[in-house]
């Protein structure tokens, strides 16, 4: 199945081909979290941040409210977070208005027996714990400074390592913000961390 991101300032007209090359499209469904346009073919389109408002359908071509939606400009946190390394940051719109970054030394996995392989585990699982406590600590320190601003939280990295910094007391009221797709990066690096928006801010396009 074809599958694209598109992002905000790209979609207007991506959508105006799309309607031109499938059209007439007889109506538009506007759900909480999709948009869904019926032509010759189908075009259903998840939008970021949802929810969508308002709802319900109507006739015809009618792209403007995703395209408002897309637009707005949105104050995101964004907390990325793999073994030895993360980084939290605070957006307006593309603008990284706030961040830190860090990194903490994490052995790989010993392949050797006995006592040895143990002794290195036990060392290897203090180094996790200890990258994990900074990464909270780093998570803590930027998003909380921006709490009444932030409308939306965006994770991505490793789930596990994220599950675990997330239950720090500090950062319980990231959940009721939280968006549901972890997004897939590299080691958590200022310039990973800058170019979140790329992804965060696309809506996904799938034509059936």
């Not at 905000?8 to 909480?32: K, Q, Y």
């Not at 957006?91 to 050797?112: C, E």
């Amino acid at each position: 199945m074809e599958r694209y991101e598109v992002p905000p300032e790209r979609l207007g007209r991506w959508l105006e081909r799309w309607a031109e090359a499938n059209g007439p499209v007889t109506r538009t469904e506007l759900a909480p979290g999709r948009v869904t346009f019926h032509g010759a073919a189908r075009l259903e389109c998840d939008l970021p941040f949802p929810p969508l408002a308002p709802t319900g359908e109507r006739e015809g071509f009618e792209p403007g409210p995703l395209l408002e939606h897309v637009a707005r400009e949105r104050v995101v946190g964004v907390l990325l977070v793999r073994l030895g390394g993360h980084a939290a940051g605070v957006f307006a719109g593309r603008r990284l208005v706030d961040s830190k970054v860090g990194s903490r030394n994490v052995h790989g996995r010993h392949r050797k027996g006995g006592s040895s392989q143990r002794r290195f585990e036990r060392r290897r699982d203090g180094q996790a714990r200890v990258a994990l406590e900074a990464a909270a600590e780093t998570a803590a320190g930027v998003l909380t400074r921006h709490r009444r601003d932030i409308e939306a939280i965006v994770l991505g990295g490793d789930r596990r390592a994220l599950a675990t910094v997330l239950e720090d007391p500090r950062l319980r009221w990231l959940a009721a913000l939280t968006a549901d797709r972890v997004l897939d990066v590299p080691d958590p690096r200022l310039a990973v961390l800058r170019a979140t928006p790329d992804a965060f801010l696309a809506t996904t396009v799938r034509p059936r």
